[in-house]
């Protein structure tokens, strides 16, 4: 068995937590995930999540309390030589569907699509590995018809600095995520609204450890 918590606290006195236990049977994962709604006020079914997994195929899961489904299933083709990356993933609760796709030309260059049914959004992503340790990475979203741009390096080995700004919020941040050998990971977050006259930044910080039990 395998467990994981995750913890995140921000500036705004916001707090939350989780966990989840996989168990393998075979080809397939079985996890039960919970968040702080479940314990808080005594052990209740809120935010009990069950899902059964196939890893590269499918993954299915049941949110206990609403009682709602939410499918995503995953294949990968070949076009030109290139692997194309599919995933379908379908909310039940809400008849939401989304469409995406990855093509990868080389480790250095991918290009991905993300469509949502329905309403019609469509996001487009360029991915660009410069030396294999800076990534550069532009998007544009046709239903707010703005770009956004994300800026990300390696450093200390394991760990990920990155930059992000969206055109349309005006918002900027800054992330800091760090790998640790001792089977956790923890990541640090600042952004900030320069549409805002404040201009306060808004700080979060996330720690997960995993564990083989």
């Not at 052990?43 to 499918?58: D, R, W």
């Not at 194309?84 to 260059?109: A, M, Q, V, W």
Request: one cysteine or more; a positive charge.
């Amino acid at each position: 068995m395998r467990a994981s918590f995750k913890g995140k606290t921000t500036t705004d006195n916001s707090r939350s937590t989780a966990a989840s236990f996989g168990v393998p049977v075979g080809d397939f994962k079985l996890r039960a995930s919970v968040t702080d709604a479940t314990l808080v006020n005594g052990p209740s079914l809120n935010g009990l999540t069950l899902s059964v997994e196939k890893p590269g195929s499918f993954i299915i899961d049941y949110d206990v309390p609403k009682k709602d489904f939410r499918f995503q299933f995953m294949n990968t083709v070949r076009v030109a030589e290139k692997p194309l990356s599919l995933t379908y993933i379908h909310n039940k609760g809400d008849n939401r569907t989304i469409l995406e796709g990855t093509l990868t030309f080389d480790p250095c260059n991918k290009f991905s699509a993300n469509y949502a049914v329905g309403p019609g959004n469509c996001k487009l992503k360029y991915s660009y590995v410069h030396g294999m340790l800076n990534t550069f990475e532009p998007s544009y979203d046709f239903s707010k018809n703005s770009w956004d741009l994300a800026v990300s390096r390696k450093v200390y080995g394991g760990d990920v600095l990155k930059a992000t700004y969206q055109t349309s919020s005006r918002l900027l941040g800054l992330e800091w995520s760090l790998n640790s050998t001792l089977s956790g990971c923890a990541k640090f977050s600042a952004s900030v609204n320069l549409s805002d006259e404040s201009k306060v930044p808004k700080l979060t910080a996330e720690t997960t450890w995993n564990f083989d039990m």
